[in-house]
């Protein structure tokens, strides 16, 4: 990045005093381009990561991380969530255009050290105990945003297709989907066990739990209506399909952001 437009300690700009200019540079952000950018290189990685090319995978996280647009995206998501009016140990808030602004130009790794976060107690839900809440500083959630873009192919990646939880582009309909599918009765041979072989060929490919799973998988579901002892039975789907059943279940597969075959 070009230095007349960067920040150091003990060191002002004579662009980045200029108010007006921050703000308008910030408001002229094209942020289709800067989504593009950012996923073009995230696709690299993964492709990277997939051949086991480590050192191209290192190389690319480097430009992503020192990209500008990247940066700019670290700072929206940082000024854009729920606790964008919270401060943090220096009581600093990116409130204002030029503020952003001058944030995304000094975002830097260089000398970059974290501060402490700032402790505060929130009351739980039987408003008797507090637990305890960290609150980074602003220029802390940004880098961590900014980083996160460079980890996040690499973990999505290499990560377990099999689990859902705090995945991106994951949520509770697609495991849903999953167990349904895995104990669809067009799925089970023939000749199976009760429920048709769904939780033997499920849990074989089970890493973990296997007895607790197994265990909690056959166990069944009481409802008011009926029990459906060993069976996965929906009796509220997200969305069903045409039939007199309240057992078919369909929910379209979420977009991997980062798929190959995006490109």
């Avoid at 960067?6 to 662009?15: F, I, L, N």
């Avoid at 260089?110 to 107690?121: E, F, I, M, S, T």
């Avoid at 991106?168 to 023939?190: I, M, T, V, W």
């Avoid at 074989?204 to 197994?214: E, T």
Wanted: net charge positive.
């Amino acid at each position: 990045m070009n230095d007349k437009y960067s920040t150091t300690e003990g060191k002002t700009s004579e662009k980045l005093s200029d108010e007006a200019m921050l703000s308008a540079q910030w408001k002229n952000i094209d942020w289709h381009k800067a989504e593009r950018e950012v996923n073009r290189l995230q696709i690299r990685i993964v492709k990277a990561t997939q051949q086991k090319d480590y050192n191209a995978v290192k190389r690319l996280q480097y430009l992503l991380t020192h990209s500008f647009y990247a940066k700019a995206l670290a700072v929206k998501r940082v000024v854009t969530n729920d606790g964008r009016k919270t401060p943090g140990v220096d009581g600093v808030l990116w409130n204002t255009p030029a503020k952003k602004m001058k944030a995304v130009l000094s975002l830097t790794d260089k000398g970059y050290r974290a501060r402490p976060l700032r402790r505060v107690y929130i009351e739980k839900k039987d408003k008797k105990k507090k637990r305890p809440l960290g609150i980074p500083t602003m220029y802390d959630r940004a880098m961590q945003a900014l980083y996160a873009l460079a980890l996040e192919p690499v973990a999505e990646t290499t990560a377990d297709g099999k689990s859902f939880g705090f995945r991106k582009g994951r949520c509770a309909q697609d495991a849903c989907e999953y167990l349904f599918n895995a104990h669809s009765p067009a799925n089970a041979p023939a000749s199976a066990s009760n429920n048709g072989g769904a939780d033997d060929r499920f849990f074989a490919h089970s890493s973990s739990f296997h007895a607790v799973s197994a265990a909690f998988s056959c166990s069944g579901v009481s409802t008011e209506a009926q029990t459906t002892p060993g069976r996965v039975f929906f009796t509220k789907p997200a969305r069903a399909l045409p039939g007199p059943t309240s057992r078919i279940w369909s929910t379209p597969s979420s977009p991997r952001r980062w798929s190959v075959s995006s490109m």
